[in-house]
């Protein structure tokens, strides 16, 4: 099937020249259940797919889309099943598959009668954050929901439960570096108005090249950064520019490395939000960044009890920009 890949190739048929994936009923275990990957893609950590399905079985149909998937039977799914085909009904939900054991996450509250003919199922995922869209031509479906399962980055692809047939078409697959939920514009327009920056990076000089690609990786993401070699021109007062730097920061972002202990500079200038939020200002928050060689034996004392982001661990790091972005 060209770059798609599947566990039985008689369960599964694509058409080069239509561009049509036909499913042929078939599938194991418990629910009948067979997927198909496009390998051609690669792997995504967050992203979209989307695909025009068809279910051509009368009854005890299901269908939908994967992400994350894995080889070895490991995926997270947004997908129809049956429980009542007499009525042609059917419900939508998200649900992760780990080692051959299907477990439910979520499911949409209201039944939807799928359409006789092709119905658009798309799936964007970012982090955990999951988002599930059908469309049957006549109304549209929706189904949000957090799903911290397979964190890790996978395949796209196809699944179908209960020995289904089927054809998919359209199907179209890209990778997002942006949150598929993103702030409205009145609350870009309030973060603007209350903060210049959303972080304020504080660190060690000998740290300052790591601490410099960081912010290239935040500001590429959208995230507004003040840093002392972009914001601090010759003939400044250092005092002062590092003093309105913080007033108009949302987030100190100390980053702990093995030469931060030493900086006193570091030091003073987290200690001056800590401070502030001690006598009663909590406008702005301090959040510990661990930089590539850093320990936990690094961290201040007195943030030891905050909660921490870790710049090697990738999932972290992108529900921390995520977090951020919707801040």
Not at 6 to 16: A, I, L, P, Q, V
């Amino acid at each position: 099937m060209t770059s798609w890949h599947s566990f039985d190739d008689e369960d599964w048929t694509y058409n080069d020249g239509s561009g049509t994936l036909f499913g042929h009923g078939g599938g194991i275990g418990d629910f009948a259940m067979s997927y198909a990957v496009d390998t051609s893609l690669g792997t995504m950590l967050n992203g979209r797919v989307s695909a025009e399905i068809r279910l051509t079985s009368p009854t005890g149909t299901g269908a939908g889309l994967v992400c994350r998937a894995d080889l070895g039977w490991t995926f997270v799914a947004f997908h129809t099943v049956s429980p009542n085909p007499v009525d042609h009904t059917a419900v939508a939900r998200f649900s992760v598959l780990q080692e051959g054991v299907l477990v439910p996450i979520a499911q949409l509250p209201e039944p939807i009668t799928l359409s006789q003919g092709f119905n658009h199922f798309s799936l964007e995922f970012y982090s955990g954050r999951m988002r599930g869209e059908i469309r049957t031509g006549k109304r549209e479906y929706e189904l949000l929901a957090t799903c911290p399962h397979v964190p890790f980055p996978g395949h796209v692809g196809l699944v179908k439960f209960y020995g289904a047939t089927m054809m998919a078409r359209s199907v179209t697959a890209e990778r997002t570096l942006m949150p598929f939920v993103a702030p409205t514009v009145l609350e870009r327009t309030r973060r603007s108005r209350d903060f210049a920056h959303d972080v304020f990076l504080c660190h060690a000089s000998p740290d300052k090249p790591e601490v410099e690609s960081l912010a290239e990786r935040l500001r590429e993401r959208g995230i507004r950064c003040w840093l002392d070699s972009g914001e601090i021109q010759f003939g400044d007062r250092l005092t002062q520019r590092i003093q309105e730097g913080l007033r108009g920061s949302r987030y100190v972002l100390p980053c702990i490395s093995p030469n931060f202990p030493k900086s006193l500079w570091a030091q003073s200038e987290y200690g001056f939000v800590l401070n502030a939020e001690l006598g009663g200002d909590t406008s702005r928050t301090v959040v510990p960044l661990m930089l590539a060689d850093a320990e936990s034996q690094q961290i201040p004392e007195l943030l030891l009890d905050v909660r921490r982001v870790n710049t090697r661990n990738q999932v972290e790091f992108e529900e921390f920009i995520a977090f951020l972005l919707s801040h």
